[in-house]
């Protein structure tokens, strides 16, 4: 919590306003791209050359999150070796491809490898 002038703190009633700041600044911050989105997208063909270019960069940025997860984890994943996350990974392509790309299943198969890697290594 924080301080309050005189030294007490500050309590959630007090501070109300922050969290109303907060709530509004991430709002306006995500929600125009978002309308914007939905109007430019009504007049976009499903095969047109900006609508590819959109999903390459969205399957772009994805793969990228995922890398940066496997390879430079934060928190409790960084202790796991490598070699079991790029497993984990691995193994969850396989089933999403074996399930006919279904990507709850690869999601599934991915975090089930590595929760019993972790429980078999001890963690």
Do not use: H
């Not at 109007?39 to 609508?51: C, H, I, P, T």
């Not at 074996?98 to 972790?118: E, N, S």
């Amino acid at each position: 919590m924080a301080l309050a002038k005189g030294g007490g703190r500050v309590t959630w009633q007090e501070g109300w306003w922050a969290y109303v700041f907060i709530a509004i600044a991430g709002w306006l911050a995500t929600d125009i791209w978002r309308w914007l989105g939905v109007l430019a997208g009504e007049r976009l063909r499903e095969d047109s050359e900006a609508l590819n270019w959109v999903r390459a960069v969205a399957t772009a940025l994805v793969a990228a999150v995922i890398a940066k997860l496997v390879l430079y984890p934060t928190g409790v994943l960084e202790q796991s070796p490598l070699w079991l996350r790029l497993g984990a990974v691995v193994l969850g392509a396989i089933a999403f491809f074996l399930a006919r790309q279904k990507p709850a299943v690869g999601i599934a198969t991915a975090i089930a490898t590595l929760c019993a890697g972790l429980w078999w290594l001890g963690f």
